[in-house]
């Protein structure tokens, strides 16, 4: 079996290949991509994506988003941050996962997420999916990016398993459909 460094080093050559910026090879399917590693090494894969964004000798322009820090954003942008606290103290973790779901969905994502115009060898990668969690699960956000983001390939840096049907996050929580994306290394 391969250790992490040998696989995200097989995602360095993926995310360069035509095949891949182009979507060849998918029967027509959109092109989304999910690289599961065990959680125990996500600080590996964080130092890699910090590699990456450094690297300007990428044959391909990276388009990096930590759902965590923009799920931060979005709650600075709403004024909500200092608040978050008190509300969970005074109303508990499952009022205010509530109020937060009400107040904050895929589009608020997708609407910090967007970049025009998306060019051929546009990358966009997806980290911090398990430290967003509960706040947004990734199949519901990959269904809503997928009209926005069709024209380039998204690859989401997944602390779990995917078996092609089903995600599980942290190979522990309960498993959530989600058929259209494919597995990578």
């Known amino acids: 079996m391969s250790t992490i460094e040998e696989r995200l080093d097989k995602v360095?050559?993926?995310?360069?290949?035509?095949?891949f910026l182009e979507g060849k090879g998918l029967s027509n399917e959109v092109n989304i991509r999910?690289?599961?590693y065990e959680?125990?090494?996500e600080m590996a894969v964080r130092h890699f994506i910090q590699q990456l964004e450094s690297d300007h000798s990428l044959s391909c322009q990276l388009r990096i988003c930590n759902l965590y820090q923009t799920f931060l954003s979005?709650?600075?942008d709403m004024g909500i941050t200092d608040a978050i606290p008190d509300m969970e103290a005074e109303d508990g973790s499952v009022f205010l996962l509530e109020q937060l779901h009400s107040a904050i969905g895929e589009g608020e994502f997708i609407e910090k997420m967007q970049f025009e115009p998306h060019e051929c060898g546009d990358?966009?990668?997806?980290?911090?999916?398990?430290?967003v969690f509960p706040f947004m699960r990734i199949h519901s956000l990959l269904e809503a990016l997928q009209p926005h983001f069709s024209d380039i390939p998204?690859?989401?840096m997944y602390p779990g398993e995917f078996d092609g049907r089903h995600v599980k996050l942290f190979n522990r929580l309960q498993p959530n459909d989600y058929y259209r994306a494919f597995n990578v290394v």
């Open 12 to 19: 360095r050559e993926l995310i360069q290949d035509p095949d």
């Open 34 to 36: 999910i690289f599961c």
């Open 39 to 41: 959680p125990e090494d």
């Open 74 to 76: 979005i709650c600075e």
């Open 154 to 156: 998204i690859l989401v």
């Open 123 to 131: 990358v966009l990668i997806l980290t911090g999916v398990g430290e």
